[in-house]
């Protein structure tokens, strides 16, 4: 029972951190790192209307976020492990979403934790990737 209490608390702790931020100075700009946790998709989304008016594609490299204006470019990156990824914000979460960030399928597979559903990323607004490198 009171192990149950302990690891309760330490997961309500754990999904706290999705407000945190730090700001960083890289070649003379301010760049703003958000902290928190990611959450990806669920396949019954695929083909719905997002919030910029286009269909839900689970394969592309897109994201959900409530206080990024649309159409903002992100890099992602799993601080578990350190793999990255550059998505567009598409879409909003439920209000009532605690998450920082909400990431297609495809997004989340490249950052390694399909099977966990969860993890903890750090996201900052990136200038427009080229369209090479977005393949």
């Not at 989304?45 to 903002?72: C, I, Q, S, V, Y």
């Not at 578990?80 to 914000?89: D, L, P, R, T």
């Not at 605690?98 to 993890?119: M, N, P, V, W």
């Not at 750090?122 to 977005?134: D, M």
Request: aromatic letters at 6%; a positive charge.
């Amino acid at each position: 029972m009171r192990l149950n209490l302990v690891l309760t608390i330490c997961l309500h702790l754990f999904f706290q951190v999705a407000s945190a931020q730090q700001v960083t100075k890289a070649a003379g700009k301010e760049k703003k790192v958000h902290y928190g946790i990611a959450s990806y998709y669920g396949a019954k989304f695929h083909g719905r209307p997002m919030a910029n008016g286009e269909r839900f594609d689970e394969r592309k490299l897109t994201a959900a976020h409530n206080k990024l204006p649309l159409g903002t470019w992100v890099r992602v990156r799993n601080l578990h492990n350190k793999k990255s990824v550059i998505v567009q914000i598409t879409d909003r979460m439920h209000p009532k979403n605690k998450r920082l960030i909400d990431l297609s399928k495809e997004a989340a597979r490249q950052l390694g934790f399909l099977k966990k559903g969860l993890t903890k990323v750090s996201v900052e607004v990136v200038e427009k990737p080229v369209a090479q490198a977005l393949k």
